[in-house]
């Protein structure tokens, strides 16, 4: 008997997306047993079975935070096996996507984060002043290290969680992943991304505000923490200057842009305020 491939699957209120998910990854050409964690949705399909397993929070915890229960579950079980697959409640990994990654990081020993390609051409970079950023790939195939995974789809291994840790759950959503891999990266583990391990995920269920908010607050978190107060204060002066200029240069601005949002980043980051957004950013576009 082959044995299961533990995935995990964060979810919040979208059912018809989440029952999408899990019949991709039952199409795998390799068995899987999965574990899906609820964050608090008002309708959760009736998807629990032999090889299902739900996990209700009772409350939206967060991506990190719900995908931490799923790791604990998976950490505290030394049959799992070596590695567990993350993804969110909209992943569809093609049949072939999981198989594919496992047979190239069998070559990659030191591998401690592993991410499927979404097909976009770029590689995840961590840089020191603005964070996670996307850069032209230069590989082709196979395996390509990478700054941090992204979280479409995203394999750790039990020996790097063991050392490391899980999640920072002050990160909410956004960039926990960019902070669990420089982490990996102090101990000595690598990153990188399959080339052809292939995984579509076009939806974006977070308000604008939201997304614009937690992006900005993390990064300055993860800049502080992983390059510096010099280098987090200059992220923070690009910050100001951007809300400046993208105030009066509609083309400057980014695809979340939101100004209120950004404004309550930048105080929440100095007042050391983490964790879920205000809840009167939810309701923002």
């Known amino acids: 008997m082959v044995q299961p491939l533990s995935v995990v ?21 390799l068995p899987v047993a999965i ?21 209700l929070t009772g409350g939206n915890l967060g991506f990190g935070p719900g995908a931490n229960i799923g790791y604990r579950k998976f950490l505290a079980d030394p049959d799992a096996g070596e590695w567990v697959v993350l993804a ?44 996670g950023i996307l850069v032209p790939a230069s590989v082709d195939a196979g395996w390509e290290k990478v700054g941090h995974p992204h979280g479409t789809l995203m394999l750790a291994r039990r020996a790097c969680l063991d050392e490391i840790g899980i999640f920072d759950e002050r990160y909410f959503a956004y960039c926990e992943e960019a ?12 990153s990188g991304l399959v080339r052809g391990a292939m995984v579509k995920n076009a939806y974006v269920g977070s308000t604008a505000a ?17 390059s510096g107060r010099y280098h987090v204060f200059i992220r923070f002066c690009i910050a100001l200057l951007d809300l400046a200029t993208g105030a ?16 309550r980043a930048l105080a ?9 957004p205000p809840p009167d950013l939810l309701a923002q576009r």
């Not at 574990?35 to 996990?55: H, K, R």
């Not at 939201?210 to 992983?226: F, K």
């Not at 509609?250 to 842009?257: I, N, T, V």
């Open 248 to 263: 009066v240069l509609p083309a400057r601005r980014g695809p979340y842009w939101n100004v209120r949002a950004r404004l």
């Open 210 to 226: 939201v997304i614009d908010y937690l992006q900005l607050r993390n990064t300055l978190l993860m800049v502080r923490e992983h």
């Open 88 to 131: 969110p409640h909209d992943a569809l990994p093609e049949p072939t996507c999981l198989s594919h990654m496992l047979r190239v990081l069998a070559d990659q020993p030191r591998a401690g984060l592993a991410c499927a390609d979404v097909g976009d051409g770029t590689t995840p970079v961590v840089d020191p002043y603005f964070g």
């Open 268 to 276: 929440d980051f100095l007042r050391g305020r983490y964790g879920p």
């Open 35 to 55: 574990t899906i964690v609820d964050n608090g949705s008002t309708v959760v399909p009736p998807v629990e079975a032999a090889d299902v397993a739900v996990v």
């Open 9 to 29: 699957i964060v979810h919040r209120n979208q059912p018809e997306r989440l029952v999408d998910t899990v019949d991709a990854f039952r199409a795998q050409d």
């Open 179 to 190: 902070d669990l891999a420089l982490r990996a990266r102090d101990a000595g583990w690598e």
